[in-house]
């Protein structure tokens, strides 16, 4: 990168060895362990991998909201070249909801059941954009219009439990992008929803993140969700990035073992497949070597002696497994 280059070139969002840990009575528990990214304006990241991988707690520190007695965050998580994690609370609010924003994954816990829709909605513009009440009705109504809420004008004054799953979930993206944010996270948006309603809330996402061009990390377990929206793909294993690839490379060539195994399921449609055998481990005081190698069919004694680190394989491609290096050069 050179002293000329343009800002729009360099990362909105630029993640470096993030780690995140927890005291638990069983030992400490490396929930993110050196997870590192990045995300440019225009280009949707989608972050991969079972229950438990990582991937919830990863977008709660970058907006600084993990708040359990004993956790501990270390790293770095760049916006605009401005460490998150160093800024002071106040500092942190007033970009929180602001230029980063989070969609919620369960729509009935992130709206307060308490108050109407509408005023949750303009809550961002009011405290952000220091909009009046009725300025920030207004405007709320419009952003209850653009993700597709009928009747807007008087559904606005309705509370979250009269509307459907779909509906809710409309609502918090809504709120999300009040203030027209430059990083926007969404954890799991479509998991609670049927598969019809699934697919508009993923066109929803993808036409807002187009006409806003700015940066969406979609953190999701589904792989048919990456396929329809994701730029760039970072698979997580038990605290850990085990590959990270453009998302036509990584569908095309795959190449951890456990990336394997999720594009089998997605690409057989689940009917024949033989899953990934065992459960992930509890990444608590974790023994040397790769997480992934008591499920890998390919394990050696490698895998048992050391982790795997991450290692460009091809232009945009890295990964971490003792079998793969140096296999795409």
């Not at 970058?62 to 004993?70: M, N, S």
């Amino acid at each position: 990168m050179t002293a000329l280059a343009s800002a729009e070139e360099l990362p909105l969002l630029d993640v470096k060895n993030l780690r995140v840990s927890f005291h638990t009575a069983e030992g400490r528990l490396r929930a993110v362990d050196g997870v590192s990214f990045s995300v440019r304006a225009g280009r949707v990241l989608c972050i991969v991998g079972e229950s438990g991988s990582g991937k919830s707690v990863t977008a709660q520190a970058i907006l600084r909201l993990v708040d359990a007695a004993g956790a501990q965050v270390a790293g770095q998580a760049l916006y605009r070249g401005r460490d998150l994690l160093q800024l002071s609370e106040t500092e942190m609010e007033g970009l929180r909801g602001d230029r980063i924003s989070l969609v919620f994954q369960n729509p009935m816990t992130g709206l307060n059941p308490a108050f109407p829709v509408g005023e949750q909605v303009a809550e961002g513009l009011r405290l952000h954009q220091g909009l009046g009440r009725r300025a920030a009705r207004a405007r709320a109504i419009e952003l209850l219009a653009q993700v597709g809420i009928p009747h807007p004008e008087s559904r606005c004054d309705d509370y979250p439990h009269q509307f459907s799953g779909g509906m809710r979930q409309r609502i918090l993206i809504a709120g999300a992008i009040a203030c027209e944010p430059d990083v926007l996270i969404a954890d799991e948006p479509t998991t609670a929803l049927d598969v019809s309603v699934q697919a508009q809330i993923l066109k929803l996402l993808k036409s807002l993140q187009q006409e806003l061009e700015n940066a969406l990390v979609l953190i999701t377990h589904d792989l048919g969700v990456v396929a329809a929206i994701a730029d760039d793909v970072m698979v997580m294993y038990a605290g850990r990035v085990v590959e990270q690839a453009p998302t036509e490379i990584l569908f095309d060539k795959p190449l951890h073992p456990y990336t394997l195994g999720l594009l089998s399921a997605y690409n057989d449609g689940g009917q024949g497949f033989e899953p990934i055998p065992g459960q992930p481990p509890v990444p608590i005081d974790l023994p040397p070597g790769c997480a992934f190698r008591d499920r890998c069919s390919r394990a050696t004694d490698a895998c048992a002696a050391e982790a795997p680190a991450l290692r460009a394989v091809a232009t945009a491609h890295v990964v971490a497994c003792h079998l793969v290096v140096g296999a795409a050069q």
